[in-house]
């Protein structure tokens, strides 16, 4: 059976240009990159490191030497934000959302463990933030603002603009994770004035294990692991060149898809809104949506059943978050939204990527029909 | 020209076999591993990371759910002593060599700023540790004892057996750093009663960016970073699945060359201890020396020159430790074993491997010769 990837690995398929730059690495080009003061080889890795940090740094206008490579999205929000807690004296206030990615809200958790205070700047229906709340709770003891440039679940692409020149007149820092937004449309650091952004290799179709984060120059900032002196001394540990090698090849050959993907995306959400009813698409519509994202609810149906029944026609797709997905916790996203329990159960994501064709939507969106009716059919939810 | 690899990137050459087994995982099953409660691919990523993490537990006799991944050994010493340090209340003293890995001397460095009391038990010339003195330093509030199975510039094997029984009878943890051991020799973690093993993908030809930490059952440990359930709640991120599935088959087919290189090391041995005067080896000779490690420090001259002239002819090897060798600053262990300034910048590390034959060591072995004579020609150290 052919596979439909609409899930969040849609976006995690490394693209065959990316393996073919790595794979020298593994076998043949395998010096480790800190002997660059030893011997030749280890310059050749260290150039290759150098070479994808560049790229990555040019893409946000950023310098070479304000990037450190990571593990991926979850070590860097981790360094952004455990890293300035306590470097920066009497800073014990931050500022955050409760739709952020995972690893934000539970580093931030452990700080309030610890003693910091913590605002929740409320959302909108669509997921946006509420600017003058953020604004209002603005204090002199306040560290940080840390939102997500774009919801990983309902796609909702905040106006980091307005944030970051809150944030410049307030003199505080500006920590953005863009793990959903990299590549997929600008991002300029000093215009944004972001002070740390979070990216991540294997959303854009790059390896997995190949993060990175932009460290503004001048931040105060300390590492969270400890050994070696990597990294510009912030992130121990030899350095993953075959990854970063790959994350840098992804950057370069990045950047033509978001049109073509915006397309499919708003025929996916048309053709479910015309053809299935007492439905709700959970996100903004339109440009402020990530271009990649769908995600709907599907009333007086669980999202497990539908998704059980997509995997049997071999089309994959996510319920709610996929962190949260093990648990039958509400996604914390869904409920800052306003969506009730049952709404937030009967979700699902479709993620796109530049390998989805209009043909792969065509045979969800039939497919998805039937399943949505057999199950309202069945369904103990009413209707 | 040729390269001989004998610097410490000799073992980061990914087997040809690793890396076919890996290049499935990029391209084609890409799915996410937490995806596995929403559909069928998720579950062969999923399965792919069980089958790995099994290799790796019975090859040192642990249960699969006693190992998690990381990105590395510095992640994982980072792992085993931060997250140990906050749950066990009331102890605050740690027994450690000056010898060990970077990783576990600077985590400890920064548990003694945050009050804890630090035992550095000495080693002998060849670098063993007195266990007596280990014995002695033992108090009531002794949290663990961590040391490095071999050291991994001058190659000494520690007898962990009988650290370990110290450990038991005193009822501490023992947390042991194996990289330059795994599958080289046997370990099995409950005969040795180790508390936490450091595990790596990349000394052992598999890919870099994968670690693993053993914890024994029951031991209280904390995740050193914050965000999903992954990895038993312990260490959260999206799973490298390539690099896993990597490290699994590089521990699958490893285990049958220890006996082969160790006659090379030897062989290298003798031939410079025969051949060139003036020299000493570093660390013991026979059967507690690590199976591929040569250090020899030749008296009057530069480590740095003869690396470079050997670079020239193709040869790559390290001087002292690869972390050290950016600074003038003398490595720790060499200080330890009580090598003076001289003898420490004299040394070179010479990191053998399976693919490494008598060939590479007869023709480094005569450039060694030359290269050694001109430098002492024109050294300004004496002679």
């Known amino acids: ?134 604004k209002k709770s603005i204090k002199k003891e306040t560290l940080m603002v840390a939102i997500c440039h774009a919801n990983e679940e309902i796609g909702t692409i905040q106006n980091i603009e307005k944030i970051g020149k809150i944030c410049r007149e307030k003199k505080i820092l500006f920590h953005v994770d863009a793990t959903q937004t990299f590549t997929k449309m600008p991002i300029d650091v000093e215009k944004l004035n972001i002070t740390t952004l979070t990216l991540s290799g294997h959303t854009i179709h790059g390896p997995k294990g190949a993060g990175a984060l932009f460290i503004k120059k001048g931040t105060k900032i300390d590492k969270i692991m400890h050994g070696g002196f990597n990294e510009y001394d912030l992130r121990p540990g030899t350095e993953n060149v075959p990854a970063i090698v790959g994350f840098g090849e992804a950057v370069r050959i990045s950047g033509k898809d978001c049109k073509k993907v915006s397309v499919l995306r708003d025929y996916l959400i048309e053709r479910i809104t015309n053809e299935i009813p007492d439905i709700k698409i959970n996100g903004p519509l339109g440009k402020d949506r990530l271009c990649n994202n769908v995600n709907i609810s599907f009333h007086h149906v669980e999202g497990e059943s539908i998704l059980l029944r997509l995997d049997m026609k071999g089309i994959c797709v996510s319920t709610g978050s996929a962190c949260f997905s093990r648990s039958l916790e509400m996604s914390p996203t869904m409920k800052a939204i306003g969506n009730n329990h049952e709404l937030s159960h009967g979700s699902i994501r479709f993620t796109l990527s530049k390998y989805t064709t209009k043909e792969e939507i065509d045979y969800t969106v039939e497919s998805l029909k039937k399943i949505i009716k057999e199950l309202r059919k069945i369904s103990p939810l009413g209707k």
């Open 1 to 134: 059976m052919r596979l439909v990837y609409l899930d969040n690995a849609a976006s995690t398929r490394v693209d065959e240009r990316v393996t073919e730059e790595m794979i020298p690495y593994f076998n043949d080009k395998y010096a480790v990159a800190t002997s660059v003061f030893s011997y030749r080889m280890g310059l050749e890795s260290k150039k290759a490191i150098d070479s994808a940090r560049k790229i990555i740094a040019e893409k946000i206008n950023a310098s070479s030497d304000e990037i450190i490579f990571t593990s991926g999205e979850t070590e860097s929000n981790n360094i952004a934000i455990l890293g300035t807690s306590g470097k920066n004296k009497g800073k014990s206030h931050i500022i955050t959302t409760k739709t952020e990615h995972l690893s934000v809200l539970k580093t931030i958790e452990k700080l309030k463990e610890g003693g910091f205070l913590v605002s929740y700047v409320p959302v909108d229906k669509e997921g946006f933030i509420d600017c003058n709340a953020l």
